[in-house]
């Protein structure tokens, strides 16, 4: 019997990954398996997998990319009554897998569990590490809340039951897509849509090991508006969620002090970024609007 399936998905990081699946096979959980989907360009994963030489690692190749459909494959592949995910750029702590078994089995209530996420080492002057949750201590969610409130897809485990109840990732969004981001927010609002309980847990500790400069974490940060504003206008059409309408109204507000704190101090680099922001606000919201009307946002 398999009480977990641990999920990495992964595309061209070979080195990254070692690094990653070498921390997760240090947790000494037995009735464990290690899913590893691959969507490299060459073969280099697949050797790394067969070095391991582990039993508890299962090795799939995928044809395409996106995210959301090596996940989705993972899924269906998983034989675990618990899912664990983590991303290819992150190291677990050597007891992660344990105590995930724990929180799951000292809450039966609860569908879904979250993690705290630390940068991986300390940052060079001038860098910058995204997707961190930092704070600690327990949140329970039982009400429609941001999903950045209680984490990131780095570090998100379910009960395997809840892809029979809400379905399984949207795979026109997120990773590999032309959407960068925004699988893992979709999925954790359904999840509160369906009034199923979360809960968030700091002791459950991933280091996410990836640096960006100043350049790199601007242009992240449109790919991530671009993502998010699909998501929310998905969410507001269909469900007429309230966080979603919280949410376009504080981005809104947010772009416009930038836009005017660029003005006011001539700051051309600010003004750039301030403009290239509420185009990806805006192309968020009309790219939505036209994956539901052509019905490939549908979940």
């Not at 080195?15 to 899913?35: F, G, R, V």
């Not at 009034?195 to 991933?206: I, Q």
């Not at 242009?219 to 206008?233: M, S």
């Given at each position: 019997m398999i009480d977990i399936s641990v999920v990495v998905c992964t595309r061209n990081r070979p080195d990254k990954l070692k690094n990653c699946l070498n921390s997760i096979l240090i947790n000494k959980y037995k009735?464990?398996?290690?899913?590893?989907?691959?969507?490299?360009?060459?073969?280099?994963?697949?050797?790394?997998?067969?070095?391991?030489?582990?039993?508890?690692?299962?090795?799939?190749?995928?044809k395409g990319v996106g995210l959301g459909r090596a996940r989705n494959l993972a899924i269906d592949l998983s034989r675990g009554t618990i899912i664990a995910f983590?991303?290819?750029?992150?190291?677990?702590?050597?007891?992660?897998?344990?105590?995930?078994?724990q929180e799951f089995s000292r809450r039966p209530d609860i569908s879904a569990l979250y993690g705290r996420v630390l940068p991986y080492g300390?940052?060079?002057e001038g860098m910058f590490c995204?997707?961190?949750?930092?704070?600690?201590?327990?949140?329970?969610?039982?009400?429609?809340?941001?999903?950045?409130?209680?984490?990131?897809?780095?570090?998100?485990?379910?009960?395997?039951?809840?892809?029979?109840?809400?379905?399984?990732?949207?795979?026109?969004?997120?990773?590999?897509?032309?959407?960068?981001?925004?699988?893992?927010?979709?999925?954790?609002?359904?999840?509160?849509?369906?009034?199923?309980?979360?809960?968030?847990?700091?002791?459950?500790l991933v280091y996410h090991d990836k640096w960006h400069t100043l350049e790199e974490s601007r242009n992240l940060d449109y790919k991530y508006l671009l993502g998010a504003a699909i998501v929310f206008t998905k969410h507001?059409?269909?469900?007429?969620?309230?966080?979603?309408s919280m949410w376009f109204f504080n981005r809104f507000r947010e772009i416009g002090t930038h836009l005017n704190l660029a003005i006011k101090k001539k700051d051309i680099s600010r003004l750039k970024y301030a403009l290239k922001?509420?185009?990806?606000?805006?192309?968020?919201?009309?790219?939505?609007?036209?994956?539901?009307?052509?019905?490939?946002?549908?979940?």
């Amino acid at each position: 019997m398999i009480d977990i399936s641990v999920v990495v998905c992964t595309r061209n990081r070979p080195d990254k990954l070692k690094n990653c699946l070498n921390s997760i096979l240090i947790n000494k959980y037995k009735t464990m398996e290690l899913l590893v989907v691959d969507q490299s360009d060459d073969e280099k994963t697949a050797i790394l997998a067969k070095s391991l030489n582990d039993s508890k690692v299962l090795f799939y190749k995928m044809k395409g990319v996106g995210l959301g459909r090596a996940r989705n494959l993972a899924i269906d592949l998983s034989r675990g009554t618990i899912i664990a995910f983590t991303d290819d750029d992150c190291i677990v702590e050597k007891d992660w897998i344990e105590k995930i078994i724990q929180e799951f089995s000292r809450r039966p209530d609860i569908s879904a569990l979250y993690g705290r996420v630390l940068p991986y080492g300390k940052a060079s002057e001038g860098m910058f590490c995204h997707a961190i949750t930092s704070f600690e201590g327990e949140i329970i969610v039982d009400k429609t809340i941001l999903p950045y409130n209680i984490g990131h897809g780095n570090n998100m485990s379910f009960r395997k039951s809840v892809f029979l109840k809400i379905g399984s990732f949207e795979e026109t969004i997120g990773a590999g897509t032309k959407f960068y981001a925004g699988e893992d927010t979709d999925f954790t609002l359904r999840l509160m849509e369906h009034g199923l309980k979360l809960c968030y847990s700091s002791n459950l500790l991933v280091y996410h090991d990836k640096w960006h400069t100043l350049e790199e974490s601007r242009n992240l940060d449109y790919k991530y508006l671009l993502g998010a504003a699909i998501v929310f206008t998905k969410h507001l059409v269909l469900k007429r969620n309230n966080i979603a309408s919280m949410w376009f109204f504080n981005r809104f507000r947010e772009i416009g002090t930038h836009l005017n704190l660029a003005i006011k101090k001539k700051d051309i680099s600010r003004l750039k970024y301030a403009l290239k922001m509420y185009y990806c606000y805006c192309s968020g919201i009309s790219t939505s609007l036209y994956l539901l009307l052509t019905r490939k946002l549908c979940k």
